[in-house]
């Protein structure tokens, strides 16, 4: 006779971590396919713009990414991400101060992303000698068309990858700790 234990699936945190996980991705996915088109769409606006000013156009592209993703996130999140919530908290969650309470978090976790981002170009084009130039002219046909340069494309990705990956954790413990508080009894 086999002994089998009932997961709870709205206490377990595995489980959680799991949803956020995906909530997460399809955010990110989301986020990431805005900001590479408006970034490709956009392209002639860092073209001349020293690193600074190229780096502030693509902070630009990717708040436009972040202004799109956030509401799916927050909602996808109040409804099934965190379920672990005390009564409470998922109240204040799913209000208009709640929201605005993601969306703060949320942005503190993007700036956090936009100084690694730009680390990260900045590493490429400058610091290693790599020359890899990611700011300024950055284009999808630029990366792969005739004369693209695949170089470009994985060093974006990379970059973009760490960004997702730091703001992933930023994320996940602002929300657990000021938004989706688990009851008091675990």
């Not at 490709?40 to 073209?47: E, L, P, Q, V």
């Not at 690193?51 to 972040?66: K, Q, R």
Request: net charge positive; charged share 15%; aromatic share 18%.
């Amino acid at each position: 006779m086999e002994c089998k234990k009932k997961i709870d699936r709205d206490s377990n945190v595995w489980l959680e971590l799991l949803r956020f996980v995906i909530i997460g991705g399809y955010a990110t996915v989301l986020d990431m396919a805005v900001e590479g088109w408006v970034t490709s769409a956009f392209s002639g606006k860092t073209a001349g713009a020293n690193h600074i000013g190229a780096f502030f156009w693509m902070f630009l592209f990717s708040l436009v990414g972040f202004l799109l993703a956030t509401p799916a996130n927050w909602s996808l999140s109040s409804v099934w991400g965190f379920r672990n919530v005390d009564a409470e908290s998922e109240k204040k969650a799913k209000s208009i101060r709640g929201m605005l309470l993601f969306a703060f978090w949320s942005f503190v976790a993007l700036l956090i992303g936009a100084l690694i981002q730009f680390i990260g170009y900045m590493t490429c084009l400058e610091w290693t000698g790599w020359n890899i130039n990611i700011l300024s002219g950055f284009s999808f046909d630029k990366m792969f068309g005739e004369n693209g340069s695949i170089a470009v494309f994985w060093a974006w990705l990379v970059v973009f990858v760490i960004r997702t990956a730091v703001t992933l954790v930023v994320n996940y413990v602002s929300r657990k700790l000021f938004i989706y508080k688990a009851p008091k009894n675990q």
